[in-house]
Structure formats: structure tokens, C-alpha cells
């Protein structure tokens, strides 16, 4: 793909004799929304993690924004922003102490940072809660404040993990109508995972399901469902990685906590 902002041909991660991702294949066009799906364990978060600098991959070519996360960390790093499925903002903090704090570990001019933290606060309609503590917020406001705060660096590209996990349904549909808008107004490229499909049917303009550390399908949601030959991405998902349930091991659950630290101490 031409116009790809992320780019990985053959990557394979392995812990141990744990082979979690096995030579995959993708691309994801600039300015683009992109849902990578797949059930617990499939390999899509280890993916993350490589692409955002957090894990070294075993083998394959990687380019994100046309840099090598090997090679050019920190050029990958000031590329995108990232809202973790776990919070991650300082509860003791204000909202514009949050914005401010992250802005200075970017190095963003103060008089630049001032009007960005201005701006986005607005845009997710957080301005006039700008000076209350975090602990007082909303799942939803908190949810907002983790985007704003993910976009102040002007990020080329958007990871989020889980962005609307354990909200209810009118704030899910608020925060992808704050996500899609961010697409548009800042052409700004949308990496996400969800385990709400239909998030991904109405919002992914392509779409990429991993299971077993392998890329099963990829397309745009029109298109897996007629390979799959369903009416919906959901029906579809499921005939394509079965309907057993998975649970994640706990060596994987302690390496994204242990990555989540590393990435906050970095």
C-alpha cells in the first residue's frame, strides 16, 4: 500500500517456545479507521505492543509512520498517541494537570502547549472541568481526557486498546462520535481494538482479524461478511475464530502490565 502509515511484512514474536505471533502481514492507510480484532490471547495486543516500542519483535520489518521501532524510537514514539485499555491518568491531578504534565514529557513549547490543551479540552467538551480532579470524573470524561490527552502531541496515529470497554452504551456511542470526528477534523489515522464488533462494523474502514498469532482475514467489514457469508461483522468474527471461549494465560496478563509500567517510567 502506498499511502500505509503502518506497515509490517513477516512479524513474529516469540516468548520462549510460546510462538504468539507467527509471521502476519498488514498494512493501514493514513488517515484510515483500522480495527484489529481477534479473541483473547490471539496475538493483536503483543502486536501493539511491538508496534508502540514496547516489545522487540523476533523477526519482520515494522514501519510506523516510516520508522523502524527498532531503529527510531523515539521517532515512532513522537508519531502516535495511545490510550491504554487500563487507566492511566493521575487520579490526584487535575484535568489540565494531566494535559500539562504530558505535554511537558513531549517537550511541547509552553505557549504551543497552553492553546493545544485549550483546543482539545473543548473539542471533548472537558474545558469546564478542566480544573477538577480527575477521581471526580466519569468513566466516560475519563475516557475523553485519555483521548485529548493522547492527541496533544499532534500523533500521526491513534492506538487505542479497548477504548470504550465497561461503558455504557450511550457513552460508547459518544466517545466513537468524538473518535470519528478527531478522524476527520485532524485526519488523524484510528488503530483500534474492540470487543464490541459492532464498533468496528460502523466505524473500521478496514478491518484485520488475528487468531492463533495469524491473520485469518482482512477487508473492509462488506467484505469479511461476505466471505464469511453473514449479515453482520459479529456473526462473521465468530465463524471465522470459533465459538469456544478464551481466557488469556496469566504470562501474558503479567507482560502487559509489566509493558504498561515500562511505558510510564519511559
Same mark, same amino acid.
Given at each position: 500500500m502506498k499511502d500505509a502509515i503502518v506497515q509490517v511484512t513477516g512479524l513474529v514474536k516469540k516468548f520462549g517456545e510460546i510462538e504468539a505471533v507467527r509471521g502476519i502481514d498488514f498494512s493501514v492507510e493514513h488517515g484510515s479507521i483500522f480495527a484489529f480484532l481477534g479473541p483473547n490471547g +490471539?496475538?493483536?495486543? $503483543?502486536?501493539?505492543?511491538? !508496534?508502540? &516500542? @514496547? #516489545?522487540?519483535?523476533?523477526?519482520?520489518?515494522? @514501519? %510506523?509512520?516510516?520508522?523502524?521501532?527498532? &531503529?527510531?524510537?523515539?521517532? %515512532? /514514539?513522537?508519531?502516535?498517541?495511545? %490510550?491504554?485499555?487500563?487507566?492511566? !491518568?493521575?487520579?490526584? !491531578? &487535575? +484535568?489540565?494537570?494531566?494535559?500539562?504534565?504530558?505535554? %511537558? #514529557?513531549?517537550?511541547?513549547?509552553?505557549? #504551543? /502547549?497552553?492553546? /493545544?490543551? *485549550?483546543? @482539545?479540552?473543548?473539542?471533548?467538551? !472537558?474545558?469546564?472541568? /478542566?480544573?477538577?480532579l480527575v477521581k471526580n470524573f466519569s468513566g466516560g470524561m475519563r475516557r475523553r481526557l485519555e483521548i485529548a490527552r493522547g492527541l496533544l502531541h499532534h500523533p500521526k496515529i491513534l492506538f487505542l486498546d479497548e477504548p470504550t470497554l465497561g461503558l455504557d452504551p450511550q457513552t460508547r456511542n459518544h466517545i466513537w462520535e468524538y473518535i470519528r470526528n478527531l478522524n476527520t477534523k485532524e485526519n488523524i489515522t484510528v488503530f483500534f481494538t474492540t470487543h464490541y464488533i459492532a464498533e468496528a462494523e460502523q466505524s473500521a474502514k478496514q478491518v484485520a482479524?488475528?487468531?492463533?498469532?495469524?491473520?485469518?482475514?482482512?477487508? $473492509?467489514?462488506? *467484505?469479511?461478511?461476505?466471505? +464469511?457469508?453473514?449479515?453482520s461483522l459479529e456473526e462473521a468474527f465468530i465463524s471465522l475464530t470459533g465459538k469456544e471461549i478464551r481466557e488469556e494465560t496469566m504470562g501474558t496478563k503479567e507482560l502487559f502490565r509489566n509493558s504498561h509500567k515500562m511505558w510510564r517510567r519511559s
Open positions: +490471539a496475538g493483536k495486543t $503483543t502486536t501493539i505492543k511491538i !508496534l508502540t &516500542t @514496547l #516489545l522487540k519483535p523476533t523477526s519482520g520489518k515494522i @514501519l %510506523v509512520n516510516g520508522f523502524d521501532p527498532l &531503529t527510531h524510537q523515539n521517532d %515512532v /514514539r513522537r508519531s502516535f498517541g495511545i %490510550v491504554f485499555q487500563d487507566p492511566s !491518568l493521575d487520579d490526584e !491531578l &487535575t +484535568a489540565y494537570e494531566n494535559m500539562e504534565f504530558h505535554g %511537558v #514529557l513531549y517537550n511541547i513549547p509552553q505557549k #504551543l /502547549r497552553k492553546n /493545544r490543551i *485549550e483546543e @482539545l479540552l473543548k473539542f471533548t467538551e !472537558l474545558w469546564e472541568r /478542566r480544573n477538577d482479524i488475528i487468531d492463533h498469532g495469524q491473520i485469518i482475514t482482512r477487508g $473492509t467489514p462488506e *467484505e469479511i461478511k461476505r466471505q +464469511a457469508k453473514t449479515s
